[in-house]
């Protein structure tokens, strides 16, 4: 009985909380707190993907730093709570006290009518260790994934999603994919200097790491809606080196060491770059 007991109570506690939260406080959509935890999940497989490029000493000169911080903003951002866009009425505290009572009396009464405690008695269960609820398959990625595509099939025009469809899809290594996110993203949204120098970087992805071609056109239009921006510099320098222009590398780059601290990692990155540049066309 005494087991019972409790169990009777915390399903008492469990039907107030039902009742009451969504009287005292606003509610997040499904449909956002799933975007959102897919995008906070993708954040941090980008960023695990990014360590390792730079422990193993494969990622470009001058992209660690800047992609590190801009996925550093990306989650605080995520992880931020959605502000209301106008206040709602406070619903008043003798309605959410009445509720209350009455659930509580709805269950003592629905118990002394039908109740058999026997059926509240928890079965038992096998043996080993609870799975953390909270951990995400990759299963489950990818099934938020394609529900977020099939979402933008009947909303075409939400420039946002497209950009989320392809952070996930390059967090999967689907970089045609990604690419063609992009490309949907940036028709949609303001031009970005950020947004363009990830799309130009997921281009040359999905050509086999090669910036010739639409990854540089890409470039550009980054470089035209801001000259400053770092990773778009830094892809510009490591094009014109791909196609051994290393005088227009150098120039490049060196808008870098212009724009990023002189004692930072990415600044001795691309002074290590520059040099090779300057190396390599000596020798011609």
């Known amino acids: 009985m005494t087991a019972f007991l409790i169990a009777a ?3 008492v506690l469990v ?10 406080k606003t509610s997040v959509p499904a449909g956002d707190a799933e975007s959102a935890a897919l995008s906070l999940h993708v954040l941090r497989e980008q960023l695990g993907e990014l360590e390792a490029e730079a422990r193993a000493g494969t990622l470009d000169p001058g992209q660690y730093a800047t992609e590190r911080a801009e996925i550093e903003r990306r989650v605080l951002e995520d992880g931020r709570p959605a502000t209301a866009v106008a206040a709602t009425a406070k619903r008043p505290l003798w309605l959410a006290a ?3 009572s009455a659930v509580v009396a709805l269950a003592a009464g629905l118990y002394l009518l039908l109740g058999t405690p026997a059926v509240m008695q928890p079965p038992a269960r096998p043996g080993g260790s609870q799975q953390n609820a909270h951990a995400v398959s990759p299963q489950q990625i990818q099934a938020m994934v394609e529900r977020l595509a099939e979402r933008l099939q009947n909303n075409p025009a939400d420039g946002e999603g497209w950009l989320m469809l392809a952070r996930s899809y390059g967090t999967l290594g689907r970089f045609p994919e990604a690419a063609a996110a992009y490309g949907r993203a940036t028709s949609l949204l303001p031009e970005d200097a950020a947004l363009l120098a990830d799309y130009a970087d997921t281009l040359a992805m999905a050509q086999g790491r ?11 239009r980054a470089l ?9 510099l830094a892809l510009a320098g490591s094009a014109a080196f ?5 005088a227009g590398a150098v120039r490049a780059w060196r808008q870098v060491l212009a724009v990023v601290p002189a ?5 001795a990155r691309i002074r290590n770059s520059i040099a090779d540049a300057e190396s390599r066309s000596a020798q011609k």
């Open 15 to 24: 039907a107030l909380a039902a009742v009451l939260v969504p009287l005292l």
């Open 242 to 246: 791909e196609r051994q222009d290393y």
């Open 224 to 232: 035209a809606a801001d000259p400053r921006n770092v990773k778009a």
């Open 98 to 100: 009445a509720l209350g």
């Open 263 to 267: 004692e930072s990692a990415v600044a």
């Open 210 to 220: 090669r910036l010739q071609g639409e990854p540089e056109k890409v470039i550009q």
């Open 9 to 11: 109570a915390l399903l």
